[in-house]
Each structure stands twice: as structure tokens, then as C-alpha cells.
């Protein structure tokens, strides 16, 4: 079955790094587009950056130049690197890949508080 299973959140102050991972397996990974979403409490979960199997890149306005996602097929693993952390990007951060129009699946995803 499909699984996948995030890592590397925390806490980090304002200006911060965090690296997240996510390790992917059920499924012919280097076939599919993955992404990373995030929802914070009380807001809609929110697309953060997708690449596609070809390693094309996509990301939301509000963290464009501060983030970059990567991909290692071999290793069927997802990265999300973010740098100058601000306060709004506490979240819980989830990664998603969509097999189908209806098969669409998340990991149990990984904290992020950006706080002094």
C-alpha cells in the first residue's frame, strides 16, 4: 500500500532552517509529481511546492525564494528545504502524491513552529 511518512520538523526561531523528509513507497515513485502542503490551525491546508517526475518546480507566492523541493528517486525520497523561516510558516507540513484524479494520499505529516 501506498505510504508516506514525513521527518524533520521542529521548533526554529525566526530566520531559521528546517529540512523536511519524506520517504515514499507502494507505488513506482519516479513516476509521479510529489508535493508538499501545509495547514495551519483554523486555515484551509494549503499546496506548498510540487516537483514533477521530470524535476520541475512549483511554488506557493509566500514561500517562493525561501524554499526548494527535491527529489531522490533512487532513494524514493522527497525534500523540502526552507530557509528564513517567519513566524506564518507554522504549520504542520504534509506530502502528497496523487496517483489518479481520485487517488490522492498524504503522510501523517511533521510539525514546523517557527518561534523566538
Known amino acids: 500500500q501506498v505510504q508516506l511518512v514525513e521527518s524533520g520538523g521542529g521548533l526554529v526561531q525566526p530566520g531559521g532552517s528546517l529540512s523536511l523528509s519524506c520517504a515514499a513507497s507502494?507505488?513506482?515513485?519516479?513516476?509521479?509529481?510529489m508535493s508538499w502542503y501545509r495547514q495551519a490551525p483554523g486555515k484551509e491546508r494549503e499546496l506548498v511546492a510540487t516537483?514533477?517526475?521530470?524535476?520541475?518546480?512549483t511554488y506557493a507566492d509566500s514561500v517562493k525564494g525561501r524554499c526548494t523541493i527535491s527529489r531522490d528517486n533512487g532513494k524514493r525520497m522527497v525534500y523540502l528545504q526552507m530557509n528564513s523561516l517567519k513566524p506564518e510558516d507554522t504549520a504542520m507540513y504534509y506530502c502528497?502524491?496523487?496517483?489518479?484524479?481520485?487517488?490522492?494520499?498524504w503522510g501523517q505529516g511533521t510539525q514546523v513552529t517557527v518561534s523566538s
Open positions: 516537483i514533477t517526475r521530470h524535476g520541475t518546480t
Open positions: 502528497n502524491v496523487k496517483l489518479s484524479q481520485v487517488l490522492s494520499y
Open positions: 507502494g507505488f513506482t515513485f519516479r513516476s509521479y509529481a
